[in-house]
């Protein structure tokens, strides 16, 4: 193997121009199935950042009648969920958004969620500086560790101080590192009470997440939620006759809108790869009448097919990695400007990156490359008659019948999945074009929109916020 390798440079370094166009369209290709590897690997296949993140769950209100289902519950079967016995090890509900908050000499505009004591229990998290909620507290607020420093100059000068939300005072008791990130963009976490305050059926206003107890499977919770569900549809018809209850992998719920998206992008890229690939098959093949002779000298000195297309091989693969060293310093540049332009509600978007994981598919991908570009050059240029190559090569170097026709079915290849790319891109552009033609019905040039938030308790101080906006 070694001596393919020693060989194998010695001939990339006689033609260092056929070398760098091979390796730079290999490059493009491995680099832009690395950056969107990375975004679909950071948003999709990397796990949650909790312990044992798979009985993480979402636990949805399923309506039967209409086949579809939402992220919330209302208050009352918030309940039922809540005295279920062998289910959860942890339940917590929370909701909340972006809203005004109020501390010392400032004021903010922040990401707050109302939890209850059982929420930071289903992460299984620690704490980086104080504690969670206790249960005698009731007003208890944790922070992120980045608006803990912003607001307050460092983690341990954040506790003890207090926040003002909808005109209740909450004490900060804990600081957590921002990799919680749930709900999205949430910098602040205060204190509900365990028992939801709308407790009727019909009012859907309470998100729940939960940890599966252990030794139930995903399939176990499900059932046993369809079985509360199907009771309850007994016990009070008029609310929960046509809806149940399901668990959903809490990453599934957090993915779940762009999953399809993401793969799309990525097949497309692949066949941005796989077009790359045929394009070095057929370089490698002009560049095999060349080597004719040299093929037939190293048979004629007893090597055999065999040998002959390992040698082969490794020089292809020699090119692949080079391609997918140019690849890997193109993804990091593909990744910052995919960043730039995803939407802002690109769920996990903290976790895109060139990790070890994205290394790891470049480098398989330049050996999948090599072996796709390389193998039919290799079979056509391992395929020697000794005569006629030497007479060839006395007089001039010309293409064999059978080689010329492999490069027109390649190139053939090539033109059609070039069409299948621009046809693919094309009705994806000019959906996005239609999209952008949507009449919204109402004038959008030089209008802003502005966020404010007014805390209120009861009917009297909405009334009045209103009056005031």
Known sequence: MLDDLKKSLR??????????????????????????????????????????????????????????????????????????QGLFESLGFYNGGQMGLQMR??????????????????????????????????????VTDGFAVRNFGSLEAA????????????QISGVVSANLDFPKNTEVWVESPTRPENTNRSSYNYRVVARLARGVSLEQASS?????????????????KKKSFGAVPLREQLTGNVRTTLFILMSAVGLVLLIACVNVANLLLARATGRSREMAVRAALGATRGRVIRQLLTENLMLALLGAAGGIALAYWGVDLLIALAPADLPRAS??????????????????????????????????????SLKQGARGSTSSGSANRMRYTLVVAE??????????????????????AVDLGFEKEQVLVMYAHAPVKGLDEAVKATRTF
């Open 105 to 142: 000499d400032r004021a903010a505009f922040a990401g707050v969620a109302f939890v209850s004591p059982g929420f930071f229990p289903v992460f299984q998290l620690v704490p980086r500086a104080g504690r969670w909620f206790a249960e005698a507290d009731q007003t208890g607020a944790v």
């Open 351 to 388: 976790n895109i990156g060139v990790s070890p994981a994205v290394l790891a598919f470049a480098i398989a991908a330049a050996v999948g490359a090599a072996f796709v570009s390389g193998l039919t050059p290799a079979l056509e240029l391992s395929r020697v008659d000794l005569v006629e």
């Open 415 to 436: 033109i059609a999945l070039s069409v299948m790319l621009a046809v693919g891109s094309g009705l994806l552009f000019r959906t996005f074009l239609s999209l952008n």
């Open 11 to 84: 001939v990339l370094r006689s033609s260092p121009g056929f070398a760098l166009l091979a390796a730079g369209t290999l490059a493009l290709g491995i680099g832009l199935n690395a950056a969107l590897f990375s975004v679909v690997n950071g948003v999709l296949l990397a796990p949650l950042p909790y312990p044992e993140p798979d009985r993480v769950v979402s636990v949805n209100t399923v309506f039967t009648d209409e086949k579809r289902s939402i992220s919330r519950v209302t208050g009352g079967d918030l309940l039922d969920l809540q005295a279920e």
């Open 159 to 170: 506790l003890g101080q207090t926040v003002s939300v909808e005109n209740t005072v909450y």
């Open 224 to 240: 046993k939620l369809a079985a509360l569900g199907a009771r309850l549809a007994v016990v009070d018809p008029g609310n929960n």
